[in-house]
T-cell receptor, first 115, second 114 residues
Framework: GEQVEQLPSSLIVQEGASVLINCSYTDSASVYFPWYKQEPGKRLQFIIDIRSNMERKQTQRLTLLFDKKTKHLSLHITATQPGDSAIYFC??????????????FGAGTQLIVIP | EAAVTQSPRNKVTVTGGNVTLSCRQTNSHNYMYWYRQDTGHGLRLIHYSYGAGNLQIGDVPDGYKATRTTQEDFFLLLELASPSQTSLYFCASSEDKYSQNTLYFGAGTRLSVL
């Protein structure tokens, strides 16, 4: 089945720095890639997504890049703030048969932003 | 914003015990999901449902049963709990299961099986 891998598993940066979180997947039938954020003690929340017919999507300080050929995504966060401290999850949604719509999550990247 | 409420928030049981985790969503969403979150594995889908009375098997269903009694309520049952089921459990709902569909998560239930 689909395997989603994220790197790095953790990041510690100074406030104001930019960070890059990498994500790779294995199943070429994956067509939709939402990202979720889990702040300490809080529920997961959707932050950004991209479809396989796109290469780039940006919202505020988040930029999501997608490379269909290499099955790779990267989430770029600029001007980090302590409020960005959270676990970030990449996920992939397969668009085929019985697996239609099922989300497969990566293990998460823990980001700590030091004031 | 979508509201998904889980109960209890914390639960401790013993090996072989019987546990029921509850989830209610008040957004008229069709789909509901149960995930477990473990360090190093991310979230893994246990069971999901697309309506009252429906149940679909996820990726890690062994040892779990689920039941969707109404559109709002989805339960996860551990009838013979084992230490390997110690985990953080999340319920989620979505309007549909197709692409471009956002999941709304509950706050989680932390289960410890001693």
């Amino acid at each position: 089945g689909e395997q989603v891998e994220q790197l790095p598993s953790s990041l510690i940066v100074q406030e104001g720095a930019s960070v890059l979180i990498n994500c790779s997947y294995t199943d070429s039938a994956s067509v939709y890639f939402p990202w979720y954020k889990q702040e300490p003690g809080k529920r997961l929340q959707f932050i950004i997504d991209i479809r396989s017919n796109m290469e780039r999507k940006q919202t505020q300080r988040l930029t999501l890049l997608f490379d269909k050929k290499t099955k790779h995504l990267s989430l770029h966060i600029t001007a980090t703030q302590p409020g960005d401290s959270a676990i970030y999850f990449c996920s992939a949604c397969i668009d085929r048969g019985s697996a239609l719509g099922r989300l497969h999550f990566g293990a998460g990247t823990q980001l700590i932003v030091i004031p | 914003e979508a509201a998904v409420t889980q109960s209890p928030r914390n639960k401790v049981t013993v090996t072989g015990g019987n546990v029921t985790l509850s989830c209610r969503q008040t957004n008229s969403h069709n789909y509901m999901y149960w995930y477990r979150q473990d360090t190093g594995h991310g979230l893994r889908l246990i069971h999901y449902s697309y309506g009252a009375g429906n149940l679909q098997i996820g990726d890690v269903p062994d040892g779990y049963k689920a039941t969707r009694t109404t559109q709002e309520d989805f339960f996860l049952l551990l009838e013979l709990a084992s230490p390997s089921q110690t985990s953080l459990y999340f319920c989620a709902s979505s309007e549909d299961k197709y692409s471009q569909n956002t999941l709304y998560f509950g706050a989680g239930t932390r289960l410890s099986v001693l």
